[in-house]
């Protein structure tokens, strides 16, 4: 169980909607923006992010092949691509 967010380390807000996050909580994490985990894009749309700028130098091509791995273990788990795309922050 976690600890109330009084005792975790405050993480920036949300960029979609401005709620406070903690360590611990469940988000998406890009590069140096966090999302809760309502606001958090959905793989499918994660994925269409990282193809579109497949044309492009990759500025953290470990990013790309972390995120690549994660896909294809929740999609091999049972996921859809319409679930969100969500860690512990």
């Known amino acids: 169980m ?3 967010n009084s005792e975790r ?3 920036p807000d949300c960029v979609g909607c401005r709620k406070p996050l903690f360590v ?3 988000g998406f ?3 140096d923006e966090l999302c809760c985990a309502e606001c958090a894009p959905t793989y499918e749309q994660a994925k269409a992010e990282w193809e579109e700028q497949k044309d492009e130098p990759q500025d953290n091509p470990e ?3 972390e995120f690549c791995k994660a896909y ?3 999609i091999a788990a049972g996921g859809k691509p ?3 795309c969500v860690t512990v922050l």
Do not use: I, T
């Open 29 to 31: 994490a890009y590069e």
């Open 82 to 84: 319409s679930d969100q």
């Open 72 to 74: 294809d273990a929740h």
């Open 63 to 65: 990013a790309y092949a």
């Open 2 to 4: 976690l600890a109330p």
């Open 9 to 11: 380390e405050r993480l």
């Open 24 to 26: 611990g909580d469940m």
